[in-house]
């Protein structure tokens, strides 16, 4: 079992995109619209298997595991009792585990070999969990989903899942300070679904095409033979990606 969880002798050629941000804020509503919106644009199926089209990588938008009931709202995920999770975690059996909200939420090993075909790996994952995550993968892209508080209270109130004193801690915890991430990419969610998720899903039709090289010299070739435009929004802050012209 450890030849397919364990990474040490897998070469990751993907990219994990780690999609993180408080309640409330959209993650889940932002990850579905892109899948929508990517699928229509571009016609996927969404399975590392799938032949990429015009030498682009697959996008993996990856479910996961959680100690909650199937029918309890929100996310499309595996339910899975605590014992579960805690014989699964014992047992190497996800790439990232991690515990938050009396909630147990886990990512299943497979993830490992999707990335080692060089797919686009897209997570929910947990704001307190970066540093572990960063550590297992050193190369991962974190994405910061954000909403004033106003916004959040009224979505938190409006899904209905949280008592007044739950949300008024998770209204709390939505005011730690994030750690110095120097990659770290921020999205404003606070509007419309429409307005940040064409934008999200645009950041990662940018990520399915193959890295450019890290010198400025190759970069300045690749940029000329292959008529790179890089990606630049106003709304997704301190980013930079370079991607053949997107046509939609």
């Known amino acids: 079992m450890r030849g397919l969880m364990g990474r040490e002798n897998d070469r990751m050629n993907g990219t994990l995109v780690y999609v993180m941000g408080p309640s409330g804020s959209g993650k889940d509503s932002l990850m579905a619209y892109a899948r929508r919106r990517m699928n229509a644009a571009y ?21 996961r595991h959680i100690t909650r009931q199937a029918n309890a709202g929100g996310e499309r995920h595996h339910p899975i009792t605590r014992e579960e999770f805690q014989s699964c975690r ?21 993830m490992n070999l999707h990335l080692a075909k060089g797919a686009v790996a897209v997570v929910n994952g947990s704001r307190e ?16 989903i954000s909403a004033t508080p106003e916004v959040l209270r009224k979505r938190l109130e409006k899904r209905g899942r ?21 990659n770290l990419i921020r999205l404003d969610n606070s509007g419309t679904l429409e307005e940040a998720g064409e934008f ?34 106003p709304m997704v802050a301190d980013v930079r990606h370079s991607a053949p012209v997107l046509t939609f």
């Open 43 to 63: 016609t996927l199926t969404w399975n590392a298997s799938a032949a990429p089209r015009q030498g682009l990588r697959p996008v993996i938008f990856v479910r």
């Open 90 to 110: 014992n047992r190497g059996r996800f790439a990232l585990a991690w515990e938050s909200h009396g909630l147990c939420y886990g990512i299943g090993g497979e």
């Open 129 to 144: 969990y970066l540093p572990e995550a960063i550590k297992n993968y050193p190369e991962l892209v974190p994405v910061l």
């Open 162 to 182: 949280e008592t007044a004193p739950d949300i008024g801690e998770r209204l709390q915890g939505a005011t730690l300070p994030m750690p110095e991430i120097h």
């Open 200 to 233: 999200f899903a645009d950041f990662l039709t940018c990520l399915r095409y193959p890295p450019i090289p890290e010198t400025k010299a190759a970069e300045d070739e690749a940029l000329r033979e292959s008529e790179v435009s890089c990606y630049r929004n």
